[in-house]
């Protein structure tokens, strides 16, 4: 988490020209519906990105962004600064500074990958907590399809394969800055050093053990670079 508080390139550009990126964010807000003057949280908000996308969709909504990055924040508070409907507050995925059933949805992309494995059931029921009843979850990031300690040679081949083929995905559209994110995060990915991919069955576990049912996963295509969409209900 910390490397986000290092950052200092634009990171709102990083992700401009990947077409999987945007496809995943309309995925989720169209398996959401309509969501209009309801509550939503963007956990693990970054910059904005989503919940920008989120506010102009649903103008009447009431939006919770929460990112452990201070930069992050201050960044997202600025770009939001106008909404008066927005409350951006700095927390992480095992400790969400929200009351207990206090929202309609809980969005997160490309974030709960940095939960620790041993932090995941923590994260879940934090996810849990916070719903309403008949609240839903959209939780979009990238997956490997082989579980095993770092050194596992499957695992490894697996995520190797994945990533580069992604990096090549975004080389082919012209995503040259987040082909380099890619092929940069590889070792951290492979030695997990605050960078946590597992399968959706172990996700899939957590969410199922904290109290979500209903859980469904949908491939954003192309289907072969492991970035999936769980969705669940809280009943």
Not at 9 to 26: H, I, N, R, S, T
Not at 203 to 220: M, N, Q, S
Request: aromatic share 10%; proline share 7%; net charge negative.
């Amino acid at each position: 988490m910390g490397f986000w508080d290092e950052f200092e390139g634009d990171y709102e550009g990083l992700f401009d020209k990947d077409p999987m990126y945007w496809k995943a964010l309309d995925m989720m807000v169209e398996l959401a519906g309509d969501l209009s003057g309801k509550r939503l949280l963007d956990l693990g908000c970054g910059a904005g990105l989503f919940i920008s996308r989120l506010v102009e969709i649903f103008p009447d909504a009431k939006l919770y962004g929460v990112d452990p990055s201070e930069k992050m924040v201050r960044r997202c508070e600025l770009r939001l600064r106008d909404r008066k409907r927005v409350c951006i507050l700095r927390g992480t995925a095992v400790s969400i500074p929200l009351p207990d059933q206090c929202v309609d949805a809980v969005f997160s992309n490309l974030a709960l990958h940095h939960v620790p494995p041993e932090e995941r059931p923590k994260c879940a029921r934090e996810i849990c907590r916070v719903l309403l009843p008949g609240g839903r979850l959209f939780y979009a990031d990238m997956f490997c399809d082989v579980e095993g300690p770092p050194e596992d040679p499957e695992r490894c081949r697996d995520i190797i394969v994945k990533m580069v083929g992604k990096s090549l995905y975004d080389l082919e559209h012209g995503a040259y800055r987040t082909m380099l994110l890619h092929l940069g995060d590889i070792p951290a990915v492979l030695k997990e050093e605050g960078e946590y991919f597992t399968t959706q069955w172990v996700w899939r576990e957590a969410f199922l053990e904290a109290g979500l049912e209903r859980l469904e996963v949908i491939p954003v295509p192309p289907e072969e670079f492991g970035y999936r969409i769980m969705t669940g209900f809280k009943t």
